[in-house]
């Protein structure tokens, strides 16, 4: 009796055993790219503590809500280079369908963006670059383009001459070089003099306190170029603050036109203008579809830019 029971319990262990593989095998070659089976897409963001940065992460999942054939994986680097290398070593270990990465800066990023390619991931970099060619698809706004336009704007408002304060953005990530270069170009040949520059990472606190120094040393200031908004209206507070009404008197402008930061400065008169620097995120999402369905598509992708001034805020800015 008891022999014929474990023969029972062999033969319903080994039927368990093969419904299991059954289901197992089905599982895994159950069609890719569905609500079922979504595609996994690992986006790693440099850091979360840039309101422009938190809305590029809500565009792309706002844009994912609407195809259910993808699943985004988040995670931000909290701004450190080594930790952005690891999130995409993670991935690559995950096995994820694609990554999207907005670089902190492009060196560091490089090899990492490389070894997720040689190991057959398709690569999206939004925003900023990482050197050479390797990856799959960049995605971004031309920020020489921007740059100069800007300086453009300041010679014509300041009449072709006047004292600029440069807030810079991290000088060691493709926009800060880029639109440094590009306002050098729109200023040329003009009366424009950039009497103080300095890196301030993006950060208005940190533009904030640039500004005081260079309140400090400098009676005569014209114009302030932020290199995003917060430094512009971080460079607005500090001379605010100073006490002396220097604030009605001087430019101020920056990038990046948010609803809810550039755009809302300059309807309320605290920026003179702003520009449009998209997110990326809805042409990430497109794109990452694109490529996970075997679709070709450009190597780069440019944004296009709109400029905000008191004069067509309410309009929804010019496109430039």
Not at 284 to 294: Q, S, V
Not at 311 to 317: F, P
Request: with cysteine.
């Amino acid at each position: 009796m008891l022999k014929k029971s474990l023969v029972i319990a062999a033969i319903i262990a080994v039927v368990v055993s093969l419904g299991g593989c059954s289901k197992q095998k089905q599982k895994s070659t159950a069609t890719k790219g569905t609500a079922a089976n979504p595609w996994v897409i690992g986006m790693s963001q440099c850091n979360r503590g840039e309101p422009w940065r938190v809305q590029m992460d809500k565009d792309i999942e706002e844009a994912a809500k609407a195809h259910p054939e993808v699943k985004v994986i988040f995670k931000d680097a909290q701004d450190k280079e080594t930790t952005q290398q690891d999130q995409v070593g993670e991935f690559v270990d995950q096995g994820v369908d694609l990554i999207i990465i907005s670089p902190k800066e492009a060196r560091p990023l490089t090899k990492p963006v490389a070894d997720a390619m040689d190991a057959g991931i398709p690569v999206i970099v939004l925003d900023r670059k990482v050197e050479g060619d390797k990856y799959t698809c960049y995605i971004g706004a031309d920020n020489v383009l921007i740059g100069r336009k800007a300086g453009e704007y300041l010679v014509k408002a300041l009449g072709g001459k006047g004292k600029v304060v440069e807030l810079e953005g991290n000088m060691y990530s493709t926009p800060g070089v880029d639109r440094h270069k590009g306002f050098l170009e729109g200023i040329k040949g003009s009366g424009l003099e950039v009497i103080f520059a300095a890196d301030c990472q993006w950060k208005e606190d940190i533009a904030q306190r640039e500004m005081k120094s260079a309140l400090s040393r400098f009676d005569k200031i014209d114009a302030v170029y932020g290199h995003n908004d917060p430094s512009a209206h971080g460079a607005y507070l500090a001379t605010k603050q100073e006490g002396k009404g220097r604030e009605k008197q001087i430019k101020f402008v920056g990038i990046d036109a948010l609803a809810h930061e550039g755009v809302r400065y300059v309807r309320e008169g605290i920026l003179s203008a702003t520009f449009q620097y998209p997110t990326g995120g809805p042409q990430a999402i497109d794109t990452a579809i694109k490529i996970l369905k075997g679709e070709k598509v450009e190597k780069s992708i440019t944004l296009g830019t709109k400029i905000f001034t008191k004069d067509n805020v309410d309009k929804g800015g010019e496109a430039l």
